[in-house]
């Protein structure tokens, strides 16, 4: 009878033993743990990363997209920088529905927000230059209303525009770039039901957007997208 209780001894568990393989087994799940936590971070990480990316590859398209379709017209302005928000007149999809107002600017939100604005189509000029005005009060001071017509594109520290004029890339706030061209004679209403304003800020040959975009974006630090007007024989940018 000793002799089988020394053998159910030697068959089981002592206390340390038994103390050994949970203190094993618990560091095991805790290492499990933070491997399957690390990579929930990193997964998470590349998701948010592409989202940015995504955002802004939206953003500069839509960006293309406006000056793609600009009204170079003399009914109404096309363009306009004045160094706080860039506004244009771009034809609407699709282009029967009239024209939009379509402004750009930062504003400092949070550290700062690349943001557009659209109006609603207009028809007239009574409600191109109410569009145009209000543009640029968005900018400025932008009431309940205007945000609601807002889309915040992506964080941003700083962004510069430059025209292509004259062989040379310039500051569009010089005199050259006010330049204005006169409205021929023509009906007192034009192509989309719009009447004829008085005369236009002249279209560079292309215009350089640079972002500064934060550090802590995917795509941080400077983006440059030069756009040539497609009216010089295709569009380059």
Known sequence: MAHALRQTRQNGFTL????????????????????????????????????????????LAQWKFDLDSLTQTPQVTSLDWDGRVLRLTRRTVPASDGLVVV?????????????????????NLAGWTDAWMQATRWAQNASTIDRALEVAVVPLEDWQIFYFRSDAWTNPLSSEGSRAVAAPAVPASGAAGVPVAAAQTAVPEGIRLVLTLPARQATGGKITLDWVRPTLGGDKS
């Open 16 to 59: 340390i033993e038994l103390l050994v393989a949970i203190t094993i087994m618990a560091l095991m799940a805790v290492l499990s743990w933070r491997g399957l936590d690390g990579m929930t971070r990193a997964q998470t990480q590349t998701s948010q990363r592409a989202d940015e990316v995504l955002t802004l590859q939206a953003g």
């Open 103 to 123: 402004a750009w600017t930062r504003r400092n939100d949070g550290g700062g927000q690349w943001l557009r604005w659209q109006s609603p189509p207009v028809r």
